[in-house]
């Protein structure tokens, strides 16, 4: 990435022709297509798009070959968290000589953003303070001082840094939610002051009423060309947002956990998703199906499955594709039967076919509802898919991975 | 003692070829071009582990781009698992694995006896529970021969009688040795067997083909450490003529001295135009030197197994990456090291070092598929620290490293035995391997070496 001054990510908001002659187009479609892209010229990404939640910084099951040569995955969440040991004072990372990308050899086709801490956070004992963070380690808890993420980001430059958003881990009471907009906003002027490097600011947009967080959404607005972009921890609230701040790219770190909700964010307008279902369905031995917005064949009027769970003994012989029609690197190469065959040996290189199978289930899906959006069918097509493909993904039989660490609930 | 005589074996066709290309002038150390059902691979070679029909997270494609072509699948597993009758319906183990170099398989015999301790073994064969439902099973040396038939495997096994060498108990070694002859010729027997395959459009040849016309029966010599017992058997068994000869039983805890004399015993009697396979031998000093001993192939677990505890394999000795002195090392894991880990990130693939393999799968890829590159990761070794034994990724590149280690250090013992330097390859590689500290030296290499008139510590 280049790192000139004012330099960074630039969002260019393409909104489609709004479904321009139906009457009811308006409504709570709010979708958009946009593109993502480094002044430099080098990355882009088109949106609605997903990112893939990283673990240690490797997308889980994926070594960087198979991430650059065989998946289209576009952006990478990565958490300073998972960076920072429970014992050590010294953080390898920040001695790194260069950025967080070479520190984990990140592939250049595909951004880098970094947060404080993994999405869904795991829950921790400590509480946030207006000076530090709670985080979990790979062997505990500690604290992480804010201060400490904010020197981080100059010295890593990510492409994309979000400010630490202070989540409590209940329902906020009367006095909570005030507090965590203050600190998010005081948290979010100092990132914006120290940001020495200009790495790519998101605010985060808090999982409060509208109402709740006003002040902090005008603060925004004053700030508006400090900011690249929003994070936000409630989807709905794409909706509800100011119109000057219409212009940033929304990512969601509001789990959409089946492609149903993740169609639903999109009709609200977020452009960013933080897909936790892939791993969560590659884990569980589930080979992903679905495509936008799909047809209609089965004659019985039942709904097709979202995914085919590869443990099922049926596919033990099986030497078709992990889905027909894909044409990813593990469907052209490989077939179901060793897939089973390697889940039940509990080998590793079943998640790997897995990973690269439904990280390109999902990047299709992606690219078929930009078109769809482009093309001003999406409303359509968001119907179309409800009725052809069943709402939740197959229950999950089988073992996960010997060891993943820390694991997603 | 019951042996056949030769007036009733049945001679043995082969479905390889051994070209031998160099010889050592100084050492017993040999060059050759071995020509496979799958394409020809190059000796010395290590051939890494995949047990159950892959190795270690690692996809085919990988492990073609550190120039692996031939591979062990274990047979005691795949006929647990996925077990017999689904690999005759998918049609083998190369269908099964997408794999499309070749495979050598072991007996099983040796699982069976070091993996389950209720193991008993007569004359008709190994007798076991069932590790799945503790039911008494039998793994005779035709039901071995069987399944290895349906695995398919370019090279298989015959099923031997192996035991500890270090057991004292010579009256049960020789017993060993004498039925493991038994046994090979029960596995010749079953091996002729017309192959129902033959002549199908996939599998080629002509309807009426024994399995040996396109699967390859290695004996395996046996005798313990007891050299006596070890010419008796490699005169037997060379009888038998099968198409290439393996030396076992060893690599289990015996002196490496001892070791050596028996690679050595061994290679001086087995005739020159078949290849020799030492089973169980892969750790880097015992591989120079067994090369030099005149032995051309290799296997062993301990490469890609220590790679999961965070071990890399480098040119200057086992680094322990979960150490804290490696938390900041930002270098790669080897600078020397060619393989898409150690070399910087997206640098094009280097020409493989081996001339006459077949290319990679993924290399007649039709231009804009998102194939596969083999360019370069620029992994560091302080990546590794941060991801290894808390993500499997970390697993992953640390065992394509460390096969693509072993693959390399083969094949620069190939290049100096073909440009007849292999006793400088030897002297460069323990110096560097050891750090320049040559008190470090085993003495059980230096003196075997120095039997050839190579002496590692003069400079």
């Known amino acids: 990435m280049a790192a000139a001054a004012n330099s960074g990510m630039v969002f260019d908001l393409r909104t489609a022709r709004r479904t321009g002659g139906s009457a009811s187009g308006g409504g709570d479609d709010s979708a958009r297509v946009g593109r993502f892209a480094a002044t430099g010229g080098v990355v882009s990404f088109d949106t609605p798009n997903f990112i893939a939640h990283a673990s240690r910084g490797a997308v889980p099951h994926l070594s960087g070959d198979n991430l650059r040569d065989h998946t289209d995955v576009g952006a990478v969440y990565v958490a300073l968290e998972d960076f920072v040991e429970k014992w050590h004072p010294n953080v390898p990372v920040y001695n790194h000589p260069s950025t967080l990308r070479d520190f984990i050899s990140h592939p250049s086709n595909s951004l880098l953003i970094l947060a404080p801490r993994r999405s869904p956070p795991v829950t921790t004992a400590a509480s946030n303070t207006d000076a530090s963070i709670a985080i979990l380690t790979s062997v505990g808890f500690r604290v992480l001082k804010v201060d400490d993420y904010f020197n981080a980001v100059s010295s890593l430059k990510p492409d994309i840094a979000i400010s630490p958003p202070d989540l409590p881990h209940q329902t906020p009471g009367k006095n909570r939610g005030p507090k965590m907009v203050f600190r998010t906003e005081l948290w979010l002027g100092e990132l914006i002051k120290r940001n020495t490097s200009n790495v790519p600011i998101f605010a985060p947009i808090l999982p409060l009423d509208i109402e709740q967080q006003s002040y902090y959404l005008d603060h925004l607005k004053e700030h508006i060309s400090s900011l690249t972009g929003l994070a936000l921890y409630d989807a709905r609230l794409a909706v509800e947002l100011p119109e000057e701040l219409e212009g940033l790219p929304r990512l969601s770190l509001d789990d959409a956990l089946t492609p149903l909700k993740v169609l639903q964010q999109v009709s609200w307008g977020v452009d960013m998703f933080n897909l936790v279902f892939l791993t969560q369905m590659t884990d569980a031995g589930i080979s992903l199906e679905f495509q936008f917005p799909g047809e209609a064949t089965t004659k019985d009027g039942k709904k097709k499955a979202l995914g085919v769970d590869l443990w099922n003994k049926e596919y033990g012989t099986s030497l078709e594709p992990l889905a027909a029609g894909c044409k990813c690197y593990a469907c052209r190469k490989h077939h179901r039967a060793y897939v089973q065959h390697l889940l039940t040996a509990k080998e590793m290189t079943a998640w790997v076919l897995l990973q690269i199978h439904n990280s390109n289930i999902v990047s299709n899906f992606f690219i078929a509802i930009r078109e769809s959006i482009t093309q001003g069918t999406f409303e359509k097509d968001c119907k179309t898919f409800a009725e052809v493909y069943k709402e939740e993904f197959p229950e999950k039989t089988g073992h996960g991975p010997r060891y993943h660490f820390p694991s997603l609930p | ?459």
């Open chain 2, 1 to 459: 003692m019951l042996k056949t005589s030769m007036a009733t074996m049945k001679s043995m066709p082969s479905a390889l070829k051994y070209e031998l290309i160099a010889r050592c002038s100084t050492t017993k150390a040999r060059a050759s071009i071995l020509r496979l059902p799958h394409g020809p691979v190059e000796t010395p070679l290590f051939m890494p582990v995949a047990t159950q029909g892959t190795l270690k997270g690692l996809t085919p494609e990988q492990l073609e781009s550190v120039g692996c072509r031939l591979y062990l699948n274990n047979t005691y597993h795949l006929g647990l698992r996925p077990g017999q009758a689904v690999l005759d319906k998918i049609g083998g183990a190369h269908k099964l694995q997408s794999w499309s170099h070749n495979i050598l398989t072991d007996s099983g015999g040796f699982q069976m006896v070091s993996l389950l301790q209720l193991a008993t073994v007569t004359e008709k064969g190994v007798e076991f529970l069932s590790p799945h439902d503790g039911t008494p099973m039998l793994l005779t040396p035709e039901h071995s021969i069987s399944l290895q038939h349906s695995i398919g495997s370019d090279i298989i096994m015959q099923l031997d009688d192996v035991i500890a060498t270090t057991s004292p108990d010579k009256q049960r070694m020789k017993e060993a040795m004498d039925r493991s002859i038994r046994w090979l010729d029960r596995c010749v027997e079953e091996h002729l067997k017309v192959d129902p395959l033959a002549g199908t459009e996939e599998f080629g040849g002509v309807e009426g083909d024994s399995y040996a016309k396109r699967q390859n029966l290695f004996c395996i010599i046996q005798g313990g450490l007891d050299l006596e017992m070890r010419k008796e058997c490699c005169e037997e068994m060379a009888k038998r003529d099968t198409p290439g000869i393996a030396i076992g039983g060893l690599s289990g805890g015996e002196a490496k001295d001892d070791y050596c004399k028996v690679v050595d015993t061994c290679t001086s009697l087995l005739p020159d135009g078949k290849p020799r396979y030492v089973m169980g031998v892969g750790y880097p000093e015992d591989l120079v030197v067994s090369i030099a001993l005149g032995a051309d192939m290799f296997d062993c677990v301990w490469a890609t197994r220590t790679a999961r505890f965070g071990n890399a394999v480098t040119s200057s000795g086992v680094l322990n990456l979960r150490s804290a002195i490696y938390a900041e090392d930002f270098t790669a894991v080897d600078p020397e090291c060619q393989c898409p880990v150690c070399r910087p990130l997206d640098s094009p693939a280097p020409p493989l070092l081996n001339s006459t393999i077949s290319p990679p799968s993924y290399a007649s890829a039709p231009e804009g598929d998102d194939s596969y590159t083999g360019k370069g990761l620029g992994i560091t070794k302080a990546y590794i620290h941060h991801l290894v034994a808390k993500e499997t990724v970390g697993a992953h590149i640390l065992t394509m490293h460390n096969v693509a280690f072993l693959l390399s250090l083969m094949n620069k013992a190939r290049i100096a035995i073909v440009e007849d330097r292999y006793p400088a390859f030897l002297k460069d590689f323990f110096f560097k391997w050891h750090g320049g500290d040559k008190g470090k030296y085993p003495t059980w290499a230096v003196d075997t070496l120095r039997g050839f008139g190579v002496d590692l510590l003069e400079d």
